[in-house]
């Protein structure tokens, strides 16, 4: 690895997965859904309820993955910000032209049923969430024999510094990095008594774990994530229970606001600071179709040369993204996640000569 004498470089490597990076471990021989794979079940699903259901998302069948996320973003903040009209319900009855909306109640009544329907809709998506990434659909095992096979090619074991950050909501990596002889930290105090399933969770100062624990950051929240008043907590139930809090989880949406969950915001915080001690960044599976992503990437890693990116012919959700340009001097190595690994060594190789090049034009 590079920069050996650098304390301030202190992380061998930091890993990031995206949905090409887990696809191929559903359970029984199935795959789980990239996003537009998921886009299709979820229409399938507001379609069973009631169309109308839908229409109001907007949502169609064979959408790529950046449409959908383009499409669900948008139809999440108007839910979100449909509340807040109800103030100007009263003073807009004034200049209602149509009698019937004049009445006092009847705008009232249309705003409180309206966003009824609407909850209901978010909550489907979150059921639908938990039907296709859910801990009950994923084949660990498989995973685990196939992140082994890449940390071997890596030349990565457990005496290495490791930084797992994933835009996935699965809970893969914190498996797989248990099984393969770290101790992996995602928030949840270890070796700690659960509560009906329950942990608390306390992300800030993961990286202080380094180097006993490996930090897994979950970017976009995870699976079985929740807020509860003033407390965050994790749920290892297979399936989405509104009873249990509001779900912290970035759902798709080109402009996600990670400020909205102080916890999403302080794991952020936690990967720009893995980024600048990082000797090395793979990016694995990753369409990178995530601005805030990308812009992490090109803000807090002082070359590019230290990144290198996994790609395949179709890229990781079937199409590839102009951002990818910001990351111009990222390499590219030719890999299909647990299908056709065969051998990266030379790409490797070649990654390790690049950066050395790129460090040895430093001033001293």
Known sequence: MADPDRPDRDIDLVFITGAGASCEFGIGGNKLPLMSEWSDALVDKLFKKEASYLEATGLTKQLSGPRFEQTLGHFLRVVQAFPTIESILEPSRQFQTIEGLRNDNVLKEWHSSTNFHLQAIVKLIHESLYESFGSNRIDYEGATRAYEALFSQLGIGRTQRLVYATTNYDSIGEYVLDQLGWLPDWG???????????????????????????????????????????????????????????????????????????LIASLWSEFQTALRRAKQILVLGHSLNDKALVTALRDNVDRQERIAITVYDSGSDGSTSPLREELASAISIPLHFARDMGSITTKLNEWQERLDQALRKEPA
Do not use: C
């Open 188 to 262: 949840t105090p270890h070796n700690s008594q659960t509560n009906g399933g329950e942990q608390p969770l306390r992300v800030e100062g993961l990286l202080d774990g380094i180097p006993r624990y490996a930090p897994v950051l979950h970017l976009h929240g995870s699976i079985g994530w929740f807020q509860r008043e003033d407390e965050a907590i994790s749920n290892s139930s297979t399936s989405y229970n509104e009873n249990f809090g509001i779900p912290m989880i970035m759902l798709p949406d080109p402009d996600k606001d990670y400020g909205s969950y102080p």
